[in-house]
């Protein structure tokens, strides 16, 4: 073992430095955490003020907007709420989409593909927001003077 010791050129006090160094590490590291940690406290303290930031103005025509507000089937959502749907349905998420893209706010064809594509309604709701799509539609052409 001496030559080994000798090979390393290893002091006396090797071990214990060792030993020291492990024994103070959990309380350099607790030291150092609270440091760190008022250091954070100082910032949430001294907070920056927050610049508020103004929305754009939304671009929507007025026109369309009243268009798809009489389009708007609120007795039949009314219905629906009765029987049990809540607000936050898929169904009646697509059934509140369907008078703006019909009154002009967004392309038609491109809502309705999502109305058929979407695999979370049935072939009963997508065939009952079809009727409602149609009447909307009546309903559109009635106000432009088509029908």
Do not use: Q
């Not at 430095?17 to 954070?40: D, E, F, K, Q």
């Not at 910032?43 to 009489?70: M, N, T």
């Amino acid at each position: 073992m001496s030559t080994i010791t000798a090979a390393r050129k290893i002091d006396r006090l090797y071990e214990i430095r060792g030993t020291l160094r492990l024994m103070a590490s959990p309380l350099l590291w607790t030291a150092r955490t609270y440091v760190l940690g008022a250091r954070n406290l100082i910032h949430v303290i001294h907070r920056k003020p927050v610049r508020k930031v103004e929305r754009p103005v939304r671009s929507y025509d007025s026109g369309a907007l009243a268009r798809a507000r009489a389009l708007f089937p609120s007795e039949y959502m009314r219905a629906m709420r009765e029987i049990g749907f809540d607000n936050d349905d898929v169904f009646l998420a697509h059934l509140r989409t369907l008078p703006v893209a019909i009154a002009g706010g967004h392309s038609f064809a491109a809502v309705w593909d999502n109305v058929c594509d979407d695999e979370r309604l049935t072939d009963s709701e997508v065939e009952s927001l079809s009727r409602e799509a149609v009447a909307m539609l009546g309903r559109d052409m009635e106000m432009e003077g088509l029908l």
